[in-house]
Each structure stands twice: as structure tokens, then as C-alpha cells.
């Protein structure tokens, strides 16, 4: 089993901070260190909330072998172009370091309160496959050609990537892990039991036939050293979401969070890692508690 850091800084976090992270996780040997693409959030007052293809190109010049993710960039956002350049850019910047996750956008009121458009369902799921055959098209040799209904091409783009992976991500029961099977490096969903996991990953593997595609997953730990610290953490969670420790345990545990002291997190790595989980990515709100970080994601980890 890997383990990545994954960095929600929409939240609050600035630059330094994700540096910050980011060199932790290679001095640790991490598999990579990723962030959202999100513009803002809904809390109040609004957090710093910094741009995931410009902190990524800084990162790509102050590490030096851990790779650099964004899970997932909407294409809602951003052109296909828009995206094709930024990640060739960052791939040239990092020598070859970027995880490319793509998505189709969900955070409704990011878009409403920023007036970038945000078309129903349907029309998103259409823009997303199109998007993966324009990127297919930039990426590849010569001059790349795609017409579709929302996108064309023709034109040589460069610079071409050396390494980029992509990282399809979401957690519907079919058309992802499929979408993911047939396209992707990296099938991505949220964390989730490992009869359901098992089930993603099956649908998945059929898509992908001889395709050699990882199977990850993303979502939070709530852990301790103790019982004792477990529960203190446990507590002061639930209170700061208006629930009570018990309410909050049962939330995380029927979600299928790594949860409680080392032997109990390590249990549900294994099953995890049984039902085909080969990386766990841990989520992280808090930038401002490296401390916490460091020691929950050494704790999942096995450390």
C-alpha cells in the first residue's frame, strides 16, 4: 500500500504552508503530495483559497522527486486548452512530476458566486469525456485534432508532457470507474467500506481489460496514539460540528475512515488493501496543525 497527503486549501492555506507540506511529504518518502481545484468556499469569513495550477508549478521547482497532484481540476473551470497548457508547463517545470486529475465539476456555489457557468449534469458529464479526447489529442504526437460539440482542435500544442499521469476521479458505481478503466492511470474515488470499494474496483477492472490502472482512494483519518487521544480528538471534532463523539464515530465508521488507535487503523487499511486499494490518499483540512497532520498521516501509514 502507498499513501499520499491530500491538501484541501480552499479552506485556508497558503502557499508556504503547502510547500511546507510538500517537503514533509518527500522527506517522508510519500507517494505525492495533492490539492483540490477549487476558487472559494462557503465558510465565514471566506479562507485564502489559492490557485492549484499556480501553487503546483511553484512546488515543481522546490522539490525535487515527489510527485504533484491536483484531485481533480473542473472542467467547469477551465478550458481543455487551458488545461492541456498548464499541466505540459508544470510536467516541463517538475521533469515530469504531475498527476493530472480531471473532473466534472460539483461545488455549485463556487461557480454561482464567482459567475462562472455551471451547466446541468448531463451537460457537464458530455464536457468531461470530451475534454479527456482533447487532452488525447494536445498530448499526442504531431498535430492534434479533435471536434466535438463544445471543443475543437487543430494545432500542434506544445511543449509536449513527459510524465504526466491522469487521475480520473469520483465516486458514481459505473460510468467513473469505467470512464477511468478505458482513459485513466489512476481510478481515484472517496473512501467508502471495502465491500464497496471492492465493487468500484471490480467495474474498473473490466473497463480497463489489460490496462494497468491504480486504484486510490481519498478521505480523512480521525486517529491517536492512545484511546485517551483518540477520544480527545473525537470529542473536540464532534463539538465544533454540533455532534456528539458518538454521533461522529458512526458517521466516519459507516463511511470506512481509518479511525482510533494504530491496530484499529491498521485493520482497516488491510481491508482496504484486500478489496484492491493499492494507495490511500489522507485527507487533510487543517494546514494550520502540521502537527496533527504529521502524526495522523505516520499513524495510517503504519508508522
Known amino acids: 500500500m502507498k499513501f499520499s497527503l491530500m491538501t484541501e486549501p480552499h479552506l485556508g492555506g497558503t502557499y508556504e504552508q503547502q510547500l511546507a507540506a510538500a517537503k514533509w511529504c518527500e522527506d517522508e518518502g510519500l507517494a505525492s503530495f495533492a490539492r483540490c481545484d477549487h476558487f472559494l468556499s462557503g465558510g465565514d469569513p471566506t479562507p485564502d483559497a489559492t490557485d492549484a495550477f499556480a501553487v503546483l508549478a511553484g512546488l515543481a521547482r522546490e522539490t525535487s522527486d515527489i510527485r504533484l497532484c491536483v484531485l481533480v481540476s473542473p472542467i467547469t473551470f477551465?478550458?481543455?486548452?487551458?488545461?492541456?497548457?498548464?499541466?505540459?508547463?508544470?510536467?516541463?517545470?517538475?521533469?515530469?512530476?504531475?498527476?493530472?486529475?480531471?473532473?466534472?465539476?460539483?461545488?455549485?456555489?463556487?461557480?454561482?458566486?464567482?459567475?462562472?457557468?455551471?451547466?446541468?449534469?448531463?451537460?457537464?458529464?458530455?464536457?468531461?469525456?470530451?475534454?479527456?479526447?482533447?487532452?488525447?489529442?494536445?498530448?499526442?504526437?504531431?498535430?492534434?485534432?479533435?471536434?466535438?460539440?463544445?471543443?475543437?482542435?487543430d494545432a500542434d500544442v506544445k511543449p509536449k508532457p513527459s510524465g504526466i499521469r491522469l487521475v480520473v476521479g469520483g465516486s458514481g458505481p459505473s460510468r467513473t470507474p469505467r470512464i477511468a478503466g478505458e482513459r485513466a492511470d489512476e481510478y481515484n474515488f472517496f473512501i467508502c467500506p471495502p465491500d464497496q470499494a471492492r465493487q468500484k474496483i471490480a467495474a474498473m477492472r473490466e473497463a480497463a481489460g489489460d490496462r494497468q490502472v491504480e486504484a486510490t482512494v481519498m478521505g480523512g483519518a480521525m486517529v491517536g496514539r492512545t484511546e485517551a487521544e483518540y477520544q480527545d480528538r473525537l470529542a473536540r471534532s464532534a463539538e465544533s460540528r454540533g455532534l456528539s463523539p458518538k454521533e461522529l464515530e458512526d458517521r466516519y465508521v459507516n463511511n470506512g475512515f481509518p479511525m482510533g488507535t494504530p491496530d484499529r487503523v491498521a485493520e482497516t487499511v488491510a481491508g482496504l488493501e484486500e478489496a484492491g486499494v493499492e494507495r490511500i490518499y489522507v485527507q487533510w483540512l487543517d494546514l494550520d496543525d502540521s502537527d496533527g497532520m504529521r502524526e495522523t498521516v505516520d499513524i495510517v501509514r503504519g508508522g
Open 78 to 153: 477551465r478550458h481543455p486548452a487551458v488545461i492541456a497548457k498548464n499541466a505540459a508547463t508544470i510536467d516541463q517545470m517538475s521533469g515530469g512530476r504531475l498527476d493530472l486529475g480531471v473532473g466534472t465539476g460539483w461545488m455549485e456555489l463556487e461557480h454561482v458566486q464567482l459567475g462562472l457557468p455551471f451547466p446541468e449534469w448531463p451537460e457537464r458529464w458530455a464536457r468531461f469525456e470530451e475534454s479527456l479526447d482533447y487532452l488525447d489529442a494536445a498530448f499526442g504526437e504531431g498535430t492534434g485534432k479533435h471536434e466535438g460539440k463544445y471543443y475543437s482542435l
